[in-house]
């Protein structure tokens, strides 16, 4: 079983930044460095959608709407994976996730995905 723990959100105004971070634990993470890991969000009333992935050897990819704003990281000393969100705009305002894809390729597609955590909010006032 693996776990996922997202902290980091929280109230900000426009502009503001935030960094959200995901720990992962368990017995099949001795292969986390394996693992692709990603972002995803999930607004009131909407389907979740990805926000940003990123590989074990660290190449990433973003959603359209966050790209610019927004950088993925890991370090898989710490099993652990950040997203730095900058310029923070009202309609980033949502619930993200943290997800592993453990076949280590991440794709936009949540059902791709193996093991989610159970979000942290993220609010932004404009």
């Known amino acids: 079983q693996v776990h996922l723990v997202e902290s980091g959100g929280g109230l900000v105004q426009a502009g503001a930044s935030l960094r959200l971070s995901c720990a992962a634990s368990?017995?099949?993470?001795?292969?986390?460095?394996?693992?692709?890991m990603a972002w995803f969000r999930q607004a009131p009333g909407k389907v979740r959608e990805f926000v940003a992935g990123?590989?074990?050897?660290?190449?990433?990819i973003y959603a359209d709407s966050v790209k610019g704003r927004f950088t993925i990281s890991r370090d898989n000393a710490k099993n652990t994976v950040d997203l730095q969100m900058n310029n923070l705009k009202s309609e980033d305002t949502a619930r993200y996730y943290c997800?592993?894809?453990?076949?280590?390729?991440?794709?936009?597609?949540?059902?791709?995905?193996?093991?989610w955590g159970l979000g942290t909010p993220v609010t932004v006032s404009s």
């Open positions: 990123i590989r074990s050897g660290g190449s990433t």
């Open positions: 997800a592993v894809e453990t076949a280590g390729f991440p794709t936009r597609v949540a059902a791709n995905y193996d093991y």
């Open positions: 368990g017995r099949a993470f001795s292969s986390y460095s394996s693992y692709a």
